[in-house]
């Protein structure tokens, strides 16, 4: 399962991704550049795993870019 959405002029793309039977992990990108992932712990649906992908990658647009431009702090 695969969602993209913007945030603040980025491209986020978060992907939910099955293990072992019932329990979920996550990946993201930001911009089609950087990917992150969470391998532990699990989560015990697809949704709560994009859900808690998407969270992530928010902070880390809210973190790493200032005003939501592509400029590092």
């Not at 996550?26 to 550049?33: F, G, L």
Request: include cysteine; glycine fraction near 8%.
């Amino acid at each position: 399962m695969e969602e993209s959405l913007f945030y603040r002029d980025h491209h986020i793309v978060v992907k939910a991704v099955e293990h072992v039977f019932g329990k979920w992990c996550w990946t993201y990108t930001i911009d089609h550049k950087a990917a992150y992932s969470d391998h532990g712990p699990f989560h015990g649906s697809k949704r709560a795993a994009m859900d808690a992908a998407i969270e992530h990658a928010k902070a880390r647009v809210d973190r790493s870019f200032d005003g939501g431009g592509s400029v590092k702090r």
